[in-house]
């Protein structure tokens, strides 16, 4: 496994191919409110590249043009576990719409219906065989100069994401339940953006 640490955007050279896998780390959960830190991407072949977002940045996509250009791109299919937060998040901060996406956690709640444990590191426990460490997950995300603990757990989380739909994407086919992760796919950037604009626990389908 390689980590590498870019400051501020990716490199102009760099390419994840058809679908890369995308976490991001925050000062907190409200997008309003708290920064977006870290972004974490991997191609899916063990090594993950680390976006460290400066305190200061400029908002919108010239805060990290490459990094946006990658997440508004119509032809790379983004992977995320719990993708209602991160682009959320992402549109946000860098200002562009993350579209296609694909949530591990939103096919892993269609049909693993026999558990309510949808946690990344239960995922990859129960269908990998791999542990996690979730050690880090509350450090300072905020700070200049991240620790080689903190880059490791952020790597992590990217890692195995492209694993695990493989893995859940044969369980959507033998449950017949492909074509409705796929309409709950389309929703979640529009799910987001209701986040966003101010109706994170309102269900507009209510009556």
């Not at 191919?17 to 309003?32: K, S, Y």
């Not at 919108?60 to 790379?76: F, H, N």
């Not at 444990?117 to 300072?140: A, H, M, N, P, Y």
């Not at 695990?164 to 529009?190: H, V, W």
Request: net charge neutral; hydrophobic share 45%; charged share 25%.
């Amino acid at each position: 496994m390689a980590i590498s640490l870019h400051r501020g955007d990716l490199p102009a050279d760099l390419s994840f191919g058809p679908v890369v896998a995308i976490d991001t780390e925050t000062m907190g959960l409200n997008p309003h409110r708290d920064r977006l830190c870290l972004v974490q991407l991997s191609a899916g072949d063990g090594n993950a590249h680390l976006v460290q977002i400066p305190r200061g940045a400029p908002r919108g996509a010239a805060k990290a043009p490459r990094l946006a250009a990658l997440i508004a791109d119509p032809k790379v299919l983004k992977l995320f576990h719990f993708g209602r937060f991160d682009i959320a998040v992402l549109e946000h901060s860098l200002g562009v719409r993350c579209e296609p996406v694909y949530c591990t956690k939103i096919a892993a709640k269609l049909v693993r219906t026999f558990t309510d444990r949808f946690g990344l590191k239960d995922l990859c426990r129960e269908l990998l065989g791999v542990d996690l460490s979730k050690q880090q997950q509350t450090s300072d995300w905020g700070a200049d100069s991240l620790t080689d603990e903190q880059l490791a757990y952020a790597a992590s989380d990217v890692l195995h994401l492209h694993a695990l739909k493989a893995r859940l994407d044969s369980l959507l086919e033998r449950e017949g339940r492909r074509e409705l992760a796929q309409a709950a796919f389309d929703f979640l950037p529009t799910r987001a953006r209701l986040d966003v604009a101010g109706w994170p626990e309102t269900d507009i389908f209510a009556h």
